[in-house]
């Protein structure tokens, strides 16, 4: 920053201030005028090692990388509250030391800007949510840039620009064009797949040679293998919302995440994405990671990988496949329940009840049709969860069919009931209610056979035994099969060795995981790059036709419809663009009419590959460079994972973004574009910070800006109101901004404020009256450089005293270690304890007012800037080296003990201060070993801290 830049305090009209007072209007001087400093001199423009944001004259040109990521923020209408900047801090302190430490930090913010809610005010107002959206992004950016924040702003991204956008088209585009190869256990061009067909390396679906499939014939096996593909499928179908939702955007009790409509299951055409391909490298490759524990676990969970075998039991109507995690109970399963929903129901519904059926298995139906048709609309009307509660009294009936169990030869009943979940493992159950608490209950109240196969452990006397023991009543010699005796394990191998030689089934892993529902019936979101012929076949546009762009729209709302009627049809916005969806391209084969896709992606694409954005911002030609990927995110050796080096974010991203994210980043991986095979190789989970809220007798909430506290009661005007604690929103009328914060102090106080308040990751409460105590360190920072009536510098260049020194370098040494450690809040402590040994000094010595300037320089950077230059450097201290402790000033103090022999001083020993008794005794006779020869003294007495005295 050059001189006539510099702000010239003046007191800004605050008569009774001295003008070089650090006040808030002081702050506010020197951080707009360091902030206009840093982007005009591009301060935090960071090198790339190619392409045109390569600087080899950078001062971190050549040095070690670290790329450190914010989950960036989609821009609300409501602008920042302080609990939202906690992260981003945390991560602007973390890059500038690290910086200073000299490695080249690659840190931006951009946009996740497609939403609902843009979209929602569009439907009610007419305003188009790009207008909204672009207005809620400049007011971001605004209240972003008073915090300081160190960004490279030339790699600033926003989902919804068409330079953006067409990236994730193009993405879009691979995963469409390829498919999972399960030998090779990964993605693979689709071109491959053709080949194989095409030379019977592989062979199709029935069995006909490739040749002789016409060209529709082989499109369809190809699409069915692709790993984005249409489906027609039963669906979260929202008609409150006009869309359909994925699974993680249903709420336990049925209803929509955002905005909280009833959801109903429909049959629909959607997108999807093959992510349960991913499934075994999703949980595998959580090992390589560097993340919270309870994310990984959860992620794990959600994946829900399952390890058992799919059986297959003969009917009439063809083999029913089972999944069970637990092949070594065959013998015990006495009956099947098939999901309501499931396809071979129909076919094995009977005509009527075999004579003498039990009336509980009617259900009171004269025929076993009218019972299956009564008890789907019964079922339809539940949710999964419902469905999945153990508690509920077990419901079903009995389908009039029958299936032969593989290890017996003997028929069993087959049943429908909604405890088996249609979209798990293959919708179908071999019940052994002996084993499995659910199916001993249906049992019971349906008075089925239970055959224990498994010898409960002794004592052992409650109803199913889901325990390890040794199998019983389970062999049947003449088929070859016999468990007795074999602990669970064993049995487990035994049966899937024998069902896979026997061809009634084999190992099988299944996941909980679904298919990713990829397509949002909606206006404000990224166009499918895919358009579809007279067939009605979806084809991909060229590359060379991206972006495909947003078409304008004069209605943004879907079709109307009743919010609670489940018969509603999705009519998207893009559909009555009608210009835009009839288009005559030119695909390779002369001038043809195509109809364009008019649904949207789901705001989750945006958010699954910014990283690799930020890192190439300006490429017209690729995703990123394959260098600047390999520099930015490649594996840091044999067997890494690679990824982002710190993402840090909130834990309510912990499953989808999270896993979205990364099964984007292994396809992409699969297809050679990035050499990393995970997205973010350190997860960090900031805290939240909530904020009192107080309601009146009503239970209204009043505003908490206007509640005072008396004698440990709080009022608002007149009337006392309670104090609660919670979210911080507009809903509790505790919203603060960091606006207002900066106002009344700048916004270095409100950074070391949030900094200091508690380990990043705690949660902790916002409290305004507190905020105080951060600016008045820096106001000692202040006073102990410059003269707060002159604005001279009261530094002065002779040497600290000892205990200064030492004080500094452990300073030093602990400040290091706590900013690399993301400890701010302990970094903060240890500065201002050092700050307080200065405060009575006449003048602070340069050897410690230099060094604590650049610590204080990541939590409070203008600050510091202000004071460096005032200390006489020219230069921002951006690139300055962050102090490094003298390990000679680290040891700990010494004592020197006079040693005396019969009350004469005959040496001196210096040890360490807190050097115990006997380590001094050893010291004080070594020393004076010669004087006393051989004689054992008589007595030798130390005096901590103050003599060692030996009698001869
Ligand atoms: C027989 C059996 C015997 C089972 C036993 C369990 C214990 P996880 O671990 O969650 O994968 N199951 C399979 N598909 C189902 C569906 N669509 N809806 C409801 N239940 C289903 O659980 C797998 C087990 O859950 C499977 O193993 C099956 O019951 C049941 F002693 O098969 B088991």
Known sequence: MTEASSPQ?????????????????????????????????????????????????????DAQKLFVLDMFPYPSGSGLHVGHPLGYIGTDVYARFQRMAGRNVLHTMGYDAFGLPAEQYAVQTGTHPRTTTEANIVRYREQLRRLGLAYDDRRSVRTIDPDYYRWTQWIFLQVFNSWFDPDANRARPIAELVEQFAVGARPTPDGRPWAELDESGRRAIINDHRLAYVSEAPVNWCPGLGTVLANEEVTADGRSDRGNFPVFKRSLRQWMMRITAYGDRLTDDLAALDWPEPIKLMQRNWIGRSTGAHIDFDTDAGPARVFTTRPDTLFGATYLVLAPEHGLVDALTAAAWPAGVHKMWTGGHDTPGQAVAAYRAFAAAKTDLERQTDAREKTGVFTGGYAVNPATGQPIPVFIADYVLAGYGTGAIMAVPAQDERDWAFAEAFELPIVRTVQPSEGFDGKAFTGDGPAINSSAPDRGLSLDGLGVAEAKATTIAWLESTGHGAGAVTFRLRDWLF??????????????????????????????????????SPRTFDPTDADTSPETPLSRASAWVEVELDLGDGPRRYTRETNVMPQWAGSCWYELRYADPTNADALIDRRIESYWMGPRGEGDCGGVDLYIGGQEHAVLHLLYARFWHKVLYDLGHVSSFEPFHQLFNQGMIQAYAFADARGQYVEAAEVVERDGRFFHGDEEVRREYGKIGKSLKNVVTPDEICDEYGADTFRVYEMSTGPLEASRPWDTRAVIGSYRFLQRVWRAIVDEETGALRVTDNPADEKLRRALHRAIDGVRTDYAGLRFNTAVAKLIELTNQLTRLPATPREVAEPLILMLAPSAPHIAEELWRRLGHGASLTYHDFPVADPAQLVADTVTYPVQINGKVRGRVEVPADAAEETVRVAALAEVAEQLGDAEPRKVIVIPGRMVSIVR
Request: aromatic share 10%; charged share 20%.
């Open 9 to 61: 305090p003046s007191g800004a009209g605050v008569a009774d201030i001295p003008p070089y007072r650090y006040t808030a209007t002081l702050a506010g001087q020197i951080e707009a005028a360091w902030q206009a400093s840093w982007e005009r001199e591009g301060v935090f423009h960071t090198p790339n090692p190619a392409g045109p944001l390569a600087d080899p004259s950078h001062p971190r040109a």
């Open 519 to 556: 397509s949002r019936q909606r206006y404000w979101g990224e166009p499918f790059p895919i358009v579809y012929d007279e067939h009605g076949e979806p084809i991909a546009l060229p590359e060379s036709m991206l972006p495909v762009e947003l078409p304008e729209v004069a209605d943004f």
